[in-house]
């Protein structure tokens, strides 16, 4: 497995704004932050050992300090190579609701059915868009199959039909589902980790503000943080144009921070606010369900994580998709690829805790 890249160099001070809307990030020295190039270099190794990453971004006061590629039979060690999100998509999936709602066309306490019916989604009639927000919407039959997994480099096997919804035959597929999910569980009543309800908020976006989710999430969210190698799969984006929330993101490490760095600042990007501080702040906060999840954010409120401050919140995707923010640092540290073995969030804080928190 090769590896590339380097310490990103530079004089710049600290506490530097973001990157504009078309601009490329901010980069300084790890030392101009607080941090030790020797200490990252060696965190970096060791992820690079923990199965098949791509890449690993750290920034910190607004400013790329230090990033790492590696190359395998799944991904190119590039900057711009774009790695598949996995359920780390639900953060940016939370986002397109925030920007929605920021916009005016949402209320959190909205009945989903204002702007689709159940009969269409499988929701339950009294579902509100917290609930699919937190995970606690009491689920729908009317599901997309899974995201597909990355490819090797070598298979050019076209790209299969858009995933389309399907409604199974009375019950969920999902394991240890409750009784009566996607039937007639209440919503509220339960925390239940299933990212096929949460899908159904693309449609409700497009309902909502009468533009496509796929050209909504392009428009309102990654073109105004600069994401410059984001996109769907080809079989996340459904006939009706609507995107996936649950996963089939295309996203770079440097991307993946661009999200991090947005809640970071409370919503803001430069001078334009894309999400209400309200909205950040209760995303990142405890639901009433699971004290370790937000708005489709995982957090670390009960010490899940030991290795990591208990304030942090972060994206989390299958095999190890990750977008990690500690506030009272100031930092945001992205890491992406197929991970196998995978690696998991405790693990990725065993790793980075020396490089990170030391300081």
Same mark, same amino acid.
């Given at each position: 497995?090769?590896?590339? +890249?380097?310490?990103?160099?530079? &004089?710049?001070? /600290?506490?530097?704004? !973001?990157? @504009? $809307? ?5 980069? #300084? ?68 609701? +925030?920007?929605?709602?920021?916009? &005016?066309?949402? /209320?959190?306490?909205? !009945?989903? @059915? $204002? ?5 269409? #989604? ?238």
């Amino acid at each position: 497995m090769a590896a590339s +890249g380097a310490v990103l160099a530079g &004089g710049c001070a /600290a506490r530097m704004a !973001p990157p @504009s $809307r078309s601009g490329a990030w901010p980069q #300084t020295s790890p030392a101009s932050v607080g941090l030790k190039k020797e200490a990252l270099e060696q965190a970096a190794h060791a992820m690079g050992q923990a199965g098949e990453r791509q890449g690993l971004v750290v920034v910190r006061d607004g400013a790329l300090v230090f990033e790492r590629y590696w190359a395998n039979d799944y991904h190119r060690a590039e900057p711009d190579w774009r790695n598949v999100s996995f359920s780390s998509g639900k953060s940016w999936g939370a986002t397109m609701v +925030g920007r929605a709602i920021n916009l &005016g066309h949402l /209320a959190l306490d909205d !009945p989903a @059915s $204002r702007y689709v019916d159940p009969s269409i #989604t499988g929701l339950h009639p009294a579902t509100r868009i917290h609930h699919l927000l937190t995970m606690s919407s009491g689920g729908s039959l009317v599901v997309k199959p899974s995201s597909h997994p990355p490819r090797k480099l070598n298979d050019q096997t076209p790209p299969g039909p858009p995933d389309e919804y399907v409604r199974t035959e009375g019950k969920s597929k999902e394991p240890r589902a409750p009784e009566g999910y996607g039937i007639d569980l209440e919503p509220g009543t339960m925390f239940f980790y299933d990212g096929a309800a949460a899908d159904h908020l693309a449609e409700i976006v497009t309902a909502a503000t009468g533009m496509r989710s796929f050209d909504f999430m392009r428009n309102e969210v990654l073109e105004p943080l600069g994401c410059r190698n984001t996109g769907y799969q080809p079989e996340g984006v459904d006939s009706n144009g609507d995107i996936r929330i649950g996963g089939s993101m295309l996203i770079s490490c440097r991307d993946m921070a661009r999200l991090g760095q947005l809640y970071l600042q409370g919503g803001r990007w430069g001078s334009t606010r894309l999400l209400d501080a309200a909205f950040v702040d209760a995303a990142t906060s405890p639901s009433p369900g699971n004290p370790d999840y937000g708005f489709l954010w995982w957090l670390n409120t009960t010490g899940e994580i030991p290795a990591a401050p208990r304030s942090m919140f972060y994206a989390a995707g299958a095999l190890g998709q990750y977008c990690f923010v500690v506030p009272e640092r100031r930092l945001v540290v992205a890491t992406m690829g197929f991970g196998r073995p995978p690696l998991t969030p405790q693990r990725a804080w065993e790793i980075l805790a020396p490089a990170l928190l030391a300081s």
